[in-house]
């Protein structure tokens, strides 16, 4: 089973799904963009994520360029089963009805919601 991320891990691995194999430099300045965190912090959670095995660490240069070693799928399918178990008894109805009820789904999304409903009971056009 796959461990859920803490919130800066969480946010380092998005920074390397959407940028690739980055230094921590990169990483941290995309971070910064976001929200002000230092470069030490930054390569300590990065370190850690390396032991935890969610990063692999290139060191065959000078500077080490780090890469997502879980597929951001995985981690979003591991996440979403934990919170459908321990806060909707997993239910899927009741996680998707909360979501929708909150009233901040788009047009746009609601109909690829739809499209994702059809296709799922076959009605595909």
Same mark, same amino acid.
């Given at each position: 089973?796959?461990?859920?991320?803490?919130?800066?891990?969480?946010?380092?691995?998005?920074?390397?799904?959407?940028?690739?194999?980055?230094?921590?430099?990169d990483?941290?300045?995309?971070?910064?963009?976001?929200?002000?965190? $230092?470069?030490?912090?930054? %390569?300590?959670?990065?370190?850690?994520?390396?032991? +935890?095995? @969610?990063? /692999?660490?290139? #060191?065959?240069?000078?500077?080490?360029?780090?890469?997502?070693?879980?597929?951001?799928?995985?981690?979003?399918?591991?996440?979403?089963?934990?919170?459908m178990?321990?806060?909707?008894? $997993?239910?899927a109805?009741? %996680?998707?009805?909360?979501?929708?009820?909150?009233? +901040?789904? @788009?047009? /746009?999304?609601? #109909?690829?919601?739809?499209?994702?409903?059809?296709?799922?009971?076959?009605?595909?056009?």
């Open positions: 089973m796959i461990d859920k991320p803490t919130e800066s891990e969480l946010e380092i691995l998005k920074v390397l799904w959407s940028e690739g194999p980055s230094t921590v430099r990483v941290n300045n995309a971070l910064n963009m976001i929200r002000e965190i $230092g470069y030490t912090t930054t %390569l300590k959670i990065m370190q850690i994520m390396t032991q +935890k095995g @969610s990063v /692999q660490r290139d #060191e065959t240069s000078r500077t080490h360029i780090y890469s997502a070693a879980v597929k951001e799928a995985e981690i979003k399918d591991a996440m979403i089963d934990r919170l178990d321990t806060a909707f008894s $997993g239910s109805s009741q %996680l998707v009805m909360q979501a929708l009820g909150r009233g +901040k789904t @788009s047009p /746009q999304e609601l #109909e690829k919601i739809k499209a994702l409903i059809e296709k799922m009971e076959g009605g595909e056009s």
